[in-house]
């Protein structure tokens, strides 16, 4: 039975590998950051069958531990600070985690299993201010933000362990992968979320930052087969997954809205605060060497992922609001709220 170690496993990636891993008959290990109150409802459908062991990627010693205790034939490096919009307010923070957390991880690899195969979570990013469209492997990374450049660092920190420890070692640069267990603070999540609630009569409005920019959005479901392709190949490589299709924010909302019968403009707002410093305008990923050597394919598409997003923001948040009626949080008598209510409290 083969094992694999995941950081970042309490994540929306994590949290699909490790179902993933599974499937696959492995036994899974998972790297958790110790705090006072761990959040694990992305894997708690799956505790009893996985093995939590804590650590912190800016400790070394405790990479060497948790090394050591799962002795893994595969090691995928997922965890980061990876709120684009949080690296500029913490970007000490944002380095420390996603750039010299890759180097740590590493380091402990190479130290105790280094036969293990090593996956770092690259990110398009690194791309930023593309110098070319589409962006594949061989584009010039230009990142616009305290995170890309981090991405940047652990991405070449992959390949000089690489080549220079003959590690298996490699990246996966990963474009925007969503799903319904994304943070809420990530562009989709925030828009599914609220027009889920703005259906239900619990918010009025959404402010949302540049509605232009565009984006390479796929499911997060189908982007961990390929993190676990990369390590079955004979030999280490770096790949770009994408759809190959791009979407600006306003047409996400223009799916989301629509899809529960409104018109995003009755409800959008504009807001400065919500501008990137910085700003990526175009993101658009060439999967071509992903889909034919490993023969990777997505199955989700843009519009059935946003889609499906909203349905689980709708069933969450009508929970929410059902529970609140029960305890006398909140009052049905409210016009807004018993327009949007369904289910008996």
Known sequence: MKSALITGITGQDGSYLAEFLLEKGYRVFGLRR??????YTNIEHILDRIQIIDGDLSD?????????????????????????????S???????FTAVGTTNMLEAVRLIKPSARFYQASSSEMFGKVVET??????????????????VYAHW???NYRESFNMYACSGILFNHESPRRGIEFVTRKVTNAVARIKLGLQTELRMGNLEARRDWGFAGDYVQA?????????????????GETHSVRELLEVAFSYVGLDYRDYVVND????????VDLLLGECAKACERLGWERKVG????IQMMVDSDLRLNRTKMNDSIAEGKLELSNPLVAAGWSGNP
């Open 134 to 151: 589409p962006q594949k492997e061989s584009t010039p990374f230009y990142p616009r933000s305290p995170y890309g450049v981090s991405k």
């Open 60 to 88: 070394l010693s405790s990479l060497i531990r948790a090394v050591q205790l799962a002795n893994p034939d595969e090691v995928y490096n997922l965890a980061a600070q990876s709120y684009v919009e949080t690296s500029w």
């Open 90 to 96: 913490q970007p000490l923070l944002t380095s420390e």
């Open 227 to 243: 993190m676990w392709l990369m390590l079955q190949q004979e030999t280490p490589d770096d790949y770009v997954v994408s759809t």
């Open 272 to 279: 400065e605060r919500f501008h990137r410093p910085a700003e």
């Open 157 to 159: 920190m992959t390949v």
């Open 302 to 305: 843009f519009v059935q992922l």
């Open 34 to 39: 110790r705090t006072s109150t761990p959040n």
